[in-house]
Structure formats: structure tokens, C-alpha cells
């Protein structure tokens, strides 16, 4: 779709994946203007920076975003294409206004609301919603020398497959569901080491994404009647036994170690002074909020994340931010988690506007 230099919208969203959608979606059903800008060439979000075997952890029914279900795979759990072409059907079946690729740098204030800033161009609104997510801005902890390393590093926001590590004596750093996909994948093909801050946690094999968004909605709401439950262990981050994992598992390739200490030339030194050669480190250690878009507000703090009540800014009252964590909402960076706080955020925006025109 194309658009003029400026332009002006009720709601500029900035973000094209499922937070974005969910969003899109409760506003067409307003009778507010909105338009989404997506810095991708395609629709997808961060799906379409997945590894080639990535899949999700849920079936399905439990994997869609409002209005229409995700279309049934006979594969098990969905793959990363499906979830890519589920997106953009999903997009095209609302018939969204999208502009694409368009890479937002700033937001800034108005006398009549926000600026959102691209390569030149502009697009007023009188509110707008953050949903970049995290994939833009991956993590990579802090370990001394880590420059004089010879061997290669990547972050598995750019890692697609294994074979290029074929032979390799490879480091997957991190305990997290990608952690253990990749280690489970990388391990068929190269000598690897997994290193753990503390030892996974592991959910029964029958535990899968329907059971851990329904304890994350237990947990939501005895927080709204101020309660708190007991329940099993199983957060969103701890691991699943998705079949590539239980796969690793027979193989006793889920044995993880503690961290190293610093990096050497070729390696690594360990906690009790020993060194191993190294020739690939993988890091699967998380993302950050990708929020440098609105700096200009001053209202990202040092954890680098913007202040909220519900998912409104505290300091930007016309900034709404959806999809980064629990901070914004129980499990809403998930496909199906976001529903609930997109509906929710798109009910105080429309509020917060009818008050405006009253005014």
C-alpha cells in the first residue's frame, strides 16, 4: 500500500507481526482511523526471522491471534511458515491498512498528539501503539575478552539452521525453549556444549503452550482480584518437550553445564581454570524490548522498558505499548495471550478519545 509524506490517523500502530494484527483487529471494529507501519518487506513480524525448524509448542486452536483461528497443520504443532502464512492471510482477510517496509525512528510530541517519524516521512496521530516486540534487539550477556574470540558468534535471532556447524565444537548458551531447540538440532551434526546459568527446568512431556496460557490466565486473574495461586511449575520460559527435544533427550544430549568464565583466542576458560577449544558460540540468551523508536518521549527508563499502567505509558498518555512481556500484559507476547490485552488497550484508547472530542 502506498501513502502520501503525511498523513493523519486516530492511531498510528508501529509493528506488523501478531501484537500489531490483534491490535488492528478490536480497532475495525471502532469507528477510529488507524494505519500500520511494518518495517518487514512481507507480512510475518519476527516470525520470518525464525530458524528453519522452528516450531511452536502449541497446537493450532491454541496458537491464534482474535476473529479467525489458525487453519489446522497435520505436521503437529505448527511450523514457522505456517504461522508466516497464517499472519499474512490473517491480514489480508481484514484487509488492514499496512505500509511496508517502513523502519519507524522517532515519535515525538505534538500540539494535537504524536509524530511518528521514517525515512522522512510522518503520519500524526492522536494515539499510538508500540508493538515492535523484542526480535530487532537480541541480548548478549557481558564476558570478558569476548572480543579476542576468533572462533564465530551469532545470536539465534540470525540463526536458520545447523549444518553450517557440521563438525564444529559448538557452545549454546542459554536455557530457554530456544536454547534447547537449537542444542537439540545442533547436536546431531556437532560436538556441543550447553551452558546454563542454573540447571532447565523441564515440564512433563504432556505439558505443552494450551496448559502454560491456561495457568498464565489463572494466574491473571487472581492477580485482578488481588489473590494469589499455587500452582505446578511450568512458566512460558521454562522448557517443553516438543518432539526434537524428546528426541535430544534419548540421544543425552540435554546435559547442560554451568557458565564459563572468560573467552581465550580459541575457547573458553571454566570456573575451575580449564580451557576448551571452541569454534562456534550460539547465544539463545533472550531479547530486549526494541523501544529506541521513542526516545525522544524520555520515557523508556534504564531497564529499558516504558512505565504502564495496564498497557498505557504513565508519562506519554497517548502511547499505548502491546506485545513485550508480562509488563504488558500476561502472556502477551504469545499468539494467543495478546488477544486479551489488544482488546483491553483498544477499549482505553477509544475511551480516551471520546473524552478528547468531548473536551
Not at 55 to 71: C, D, E, K, Y
Not at 107 to 116: C, F
Not at 274 to 294: K, M, N, Q
Not at 315 to 337: D, F, H, N, Q
Request: net charge neutral.
Amino acid at each position: 500500500m502506498t501513502d502520501s509524506p503525511s498523513s493523519a490517523f486516530d492511531v498510528v500502530i508501529i509493528g506488523g507481526g501478531q501484537s500489531a494484527l490483534a491490535v488492528a483487529y478490536f480497532l475495525r471494529r471502532t469507528q477510529l482511523t488507524f494505519v500500520i507501519l511494518d518495517a518487514e518487506q512481507e507480512p510475518g513480524g519476527a516470525w520470518r526471522h525464525g530458524w528453519d525448524s522452528l516450531r511452536l509448542f502449541s497446537p493450532a486452536t491454541w496458537s491464534s491471534i482474535p476473529g479467525w483461528m489458525m487453519p489446522p497443520t497435520q505436521a503437529g504443532y505448527p511450523s514457522r511458515d505456517h504461522v508466516i502464512d497464517y499472519l499474512k492471510q490473517y491480514e489480508q482477510r481484514y484487509q488492514f491498512a499496512v505500509v511496508r517496509p517502513v523502519r519507524v525512528n522517532r515519535v515525538e510530541r505534538t500540539a494535537l498528539g504524536l509524530r511518528v517519524w521514517a525515512d522522512g516521512r510522518h503520519w500524526d496521530a492522536k494515539a499510538v501503539v508500540s508493538a515492535t516486540g523484542t526480535w530487532s534487539n537480541p541480548y548478549i550477556p557481558y564476558y570478558p575478552d569476548a572480543e579476542s574470540f576468533a572462533g564465530q558468534q551469532l545470536h539465534s535471532a540470525n540463526y536458520v539452521q545447523a549444518q553450517p556447524f557440521a563438525g564444529k565444537r559448538v557452545l549454546v548458551v542459554g536455557g530457554g525453549n530456544s536454547g534447547a531447540q537449537i542444542l537439540a538440532e545442533v547436536s546431531k551434526v556437532a560436538q556441543t556444549t550447553w551452558v546454563t546459568p542454573v540447571e532447565p527446568l523441564f515440564l512433563p512431556d504432556e505439558v505443552d503452550g494450551r496448559v502454560l496460557f491456561e495457568r498464565a490466565t489463572e494466574r491473571w486473574k487472581a492477580q485482578q482480584q488481588g489473590l494469589v495461586i499455587e500452582q505446578p511449575v511450568g512458566g512460558l520460559g521454562d522448557i517443553v518437550m516438543v518432539p526434537p527435544v524428546v528426541d535430544a533427550r534419548a540421544r543425552h544430549a540435554l546435559k547442560s553445564v554451568r557458565p564459563f568464565q572468560r573467552f581465550t583466542r580459541n575457547g573458553v576458560i571454566w570456573a575451575d581454570g580449564s580451557e576448551s577449544a571452541v569454534d562456534v558460540v550460539i547465544w539463545c540468551t533472550g531479547f530486549r524490548p526494541a523501544l529506541r523508536h521513542l526516545d525522544a518521549l524520555g520515557v523508556v527508563n534504564s531497564e529499558g522498558r516504558v512505565e504502564v499502567e495496564g498497557t498505557r505509558s504513565i508519562e506519554e498518555p497517548r502511547l499505548w505499548l502491546v506485545g513485550y512481556g508480562e509488563w504488558t500484559g500476561s502472556a502477551s507476547a504469545t499468539l494467543i495471550g495478546v488477544t486479551r490485552t489488544a482488546r483491553s488497550t483498544v477499549s482505553e484508547i477509544a475511551a480516551a478519545l471520546a473524552d478528547q472530542s468531548v473536551a
